[in-house]
């Protein structure tokens, strides 16, 4: 199979970092020269990436190299924070990354994007996108996207993968404590009530016992679901938005959430726990396999940072138990701030959740 992955970290942010990360994908795929090239760099090469997609670009003979920069990168071999790091995905024979020109409704596109270049535009046209946000926990940062060996300026990058089939899910992995409920007074980014009673009263309601008796309530894992389409199915069938708590208010007995929502929406509460996400990454992974026509003969992985090893204390479990489903498979992948997938007919902007697509090679 012309298709492998590379890897190279360091204590500086060198070019060089690149050229060894394709010149290892390049070696192990078999390749002289790469047809195009996946490339991920660490937000330390940001500021100015240029030099460093000038060296994959010599290391593997082609200018079609796509990626971005983000805070965490990965590859089958292991992920890396906090350190200087390249990873490439060169692609040889039939498989590669091509323009997304004329686009069906169906087509898979595989897009990157800084955060600000994140629009409800944008997700709406023909396609169906996957990937992720070049960016951290926050959003700040100088974070780049690039095409074509060149800095996008539009601070987005979309291909589709020519000589293969795929598959494409997202896992959000969360715990529902509650049912889904008609929001009925707002004020702001505050829910007041939801079914005429108050939020905060619903949402101590609900909390897990082990939650409750905890000396500080956890505000940062407990997550507002927002549901889309048929209330009665949205959870069970993923169809819904998670949106973090900014605080509780004892005095209105409302919820001050990070998204300002629409009066009658219908809102649900849950809690991210790693065993949870774990148990729903299993059950993307299987989805996606039945969905293929073969075996997967490589993976793109996009994860939020929360998501990551600082989730699941200390490893990254949605990594690990894609290589344990498929030992060897060439995968590739970046910590983000915002998760990109299909759901349900539309392209959507997810938080807190891991993407994963699956790709078997036409035959």
Not at 4 to 14: E, I, N
Not at 17 to 28: E, G, I, P, S
Not at 264 to 277: I, N, S, T, Y
Not at 312 to 334: A, C, E, M, S, T
Request: charged letters at 20%; hydrophobic letters at 45%.
């Amino acid at each position: 199979m012309n298709i492998a992955t590379g890897l190279a970290v360091g204590h500086t942010a060198t070019p060089d970092l690149a050229r060894q990360a394709v010149a290892q994908a390049m070696d192990q795929a078999g390749l002289d020269i790469a047809n195009s090239v996946l490339l991920f760099l660490t937000s330390e090469f940001a500021r100015d990436p240029q030099p460093a997609l000038l060296a994959a670009a010599r290391a593997s003979n082609c200018t079609r190299i796509l990626g971005c920069s983000a805070a965490g990168i990965f590859t089958e071999q292991e992920w890396v924070l906090d350190s200087p790091a390249a990873a490439a995905m060169a692609f040889g024979g039939s498989l590669g990354l091509a323009p997304c020109n004329d686009a069906g409704a169906d087509d898979l596109i595989l897009s990157m994007a800084a955060p600000s270049a994140i629009n409800t535009t944008w997700l709406s046209e023909p396609g169906m996108r996957y990937g992720g946000v070049s960016g951290d926990a926050t959003g700040q940062g100088p974070f780049k996207v690039w095409c074509g060996s060149k800095e996008s300026p539009t601070g987005r990058c979309e291909t589709t993968i020519r000589g293969a089939r795929g598959a494409v899910g997202v896992s959000q992995g969360i715990r529902p404590i509650s049912v889904p409920r008609e929001i009925t007074r707002l004020s702001g980014y505050d829910v007041l009530t939801l079914a005429e009673q108050p939020a905060l009263n619903i949402l101590a309601r609900e909390l897990p016992l082990e939650v409750r008796e905890m000396e500080r309530i956890p505000l940062h894992l407990i997550m507002a679901g927002v549901t889309f389409g048929d209330t009665a199915t949205a959870v069970a069938e993923g169809r819904f938005h998670l949106t973090p708590i900014i605080s509780t208010n004892a005095e209105d007995r409302s919820v001050t959430l990070s998204t300002r929502l629409t009066r009658g929406e219908k809102l649900f509460w849950a809690l991210r726990q790693p065993l949870a996400a774990e148990r729903d990454m299993r059950l993307t992974i299987d989805r996606l396999q039945d969905r293929l026509p073969a075996a997967p003969d490589f993976g793109l992985l996009f994860s939020c940072m929360g998501r990551g090893p600082y989730f699941y204390g200390g490893v990254d479990r949605d990594l690990d138990l894609v290589k344990q489903r498929f030992p060897g498979l060439p995968l590739i992948g970046f910590y983000g701030n915002g998760e990109i997938a299909p759901l349900h007919g539309a392209s959507q902007l997810f938080q807190y959740s891991a993407v994963l697509g699956l790709f078997a090679a036409d035959v």
